[in-house]
């Protein structure tokens, strides 16, 4: 009864105030972040459905928050974007996963790739070519990863450009979260990938038959017959991972075989699992 003092476009314009001041609060503190080397790749292995060697790992974005702890990109990518900064975001984990990548080098590790997570943003920057250029990538130790839903499809000659030059710096481009889009196959596999992941809302109801079984061992089929190699990811289970290995899937990353690690953790794991 009180309550109706206020009206409700009053406190629906307080809501969208306290939202504005909160938005504004995170992304000061982002920008701070970012100034301050507070943004760090984590690294989740991926592995040989069949021999269960490491076969590349992917670096994913932590945000090193000093009082709340190590953050997921959930927390940020969203502030990120909204800032015109993702594409800054993609560039620090870029450099620092390929600084990461001379210690394994370095320590004997086999990793034979890297791959990070590109957006939209960072592929239309004019620096992405640059910034690769100046890195001299040995071909084949470092893959982007696209988001099937960055629109390949339309006329958008000029992303399709920046793909094939990366390709000739010796870039291989993976589509990301493959099946959960709209992209026409057709379009995608014009862009000559080198990998599919299946997104992980497809693998996470897989059983051992079905429609589900059906859809994911048909992607795997387009893969074979187009020479693409597809990755699952998302996968928890071991049952999954016996699926996975019975279709004829390539690669597999998930909780089933390890989590996002920070880089000292990292090479413990691959120190393990390579039997150092
Ligand atoms: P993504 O590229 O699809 O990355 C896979 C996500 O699945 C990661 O979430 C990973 O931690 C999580 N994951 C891995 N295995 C499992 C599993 O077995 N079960 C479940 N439930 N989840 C698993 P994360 O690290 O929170 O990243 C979320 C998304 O943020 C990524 O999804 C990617 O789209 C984006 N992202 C992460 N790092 C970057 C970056 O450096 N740049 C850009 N542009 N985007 C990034
Ligand atoms: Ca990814
Ligand atoms: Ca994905
Ligand atoms: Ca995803």
């Known amino acids: 009864a009180k309550k109706r003092g206020r009206n409700r476009a009053e406190i629906f314009s307080e809501n969208l105030l306290a939202a504005a ?15 301050n080397d507070e943004i760090v790749p984590f690294f989740q292995p991926q592995f040989d459905a069949r021999t269960l060697d490491i076969v590349g790992v992917e670096a994913l974005a932590r ?15 969203d502030i990120a974007e909204g800032l015109h900064r993702s594409g800054d975001i993609d560039a620090i984990i870029l450099q620092k996963a390929l600084f990461q990548a001379t210690r394994w080098r370095a ?16 592929l239309k920057d004019e620096t992405l070519l640059a910034q690769v250029e100046s890195l001299n990538i040995p071909k084949g ?22 793909i094939g030059q990366l390709k000739e710096l010796g870039i ?17 596999l014009d862009l000559d990938p080198k990998r599919l992941k299946i997104d992980r809302r497809l693998i996470m109801p897989l059983q051992a038959s079905g429609s589900q079984h059906r859809l994911v061992a048909s992607i795997i089929e387009i893969g074979r017959s187009q020479g693409i190699e597809i990755v699952a990811e998302g996968v928890e289970t071991m049952e999954h991972v016996e699926i996975l290995r019975n279709l004829g ?17 990292f090479v413990q794991f691959v120190e393990n699992w390579q039997g150092e």
Request: glycine share 4%; aromatic share 6%; charged share 25%.
């Open 21 to 35: 001041i909160h938005t504004k609060r995170s992304s000061d503190e982002l920008l701070v972040a970012i100034e």
């Open 172 to 188: 291989d481009i993976e589509i990301d979260d493959f099946g959960s889009g709209h992209a026409s196959i057709v379009s995608l």
């Open 141 to 162: 130790s470092l893959s982007f990863e696209l988001l099937e839903s960055i629109s390949f499809d339309g006329q958008d000659k000029a992303l399709r450009s920046v």
């Open 107 to 122: 320590r004997d590790l086999n990793i034979p790739h890297v791959s990070v997570n590109i957006s939209a943003q960072r």
């Open 249 to 265: 899937c390539h690669a597999l990353q998930g909780y089933a075989f390890a989590k996002p690690m920070c880089a000292e953790s």
């Open 63 to 77: 945000w090193q928050h000093p009082t709340r702890g190590i953050l997921t990109p959930d927390k940020f990518l």
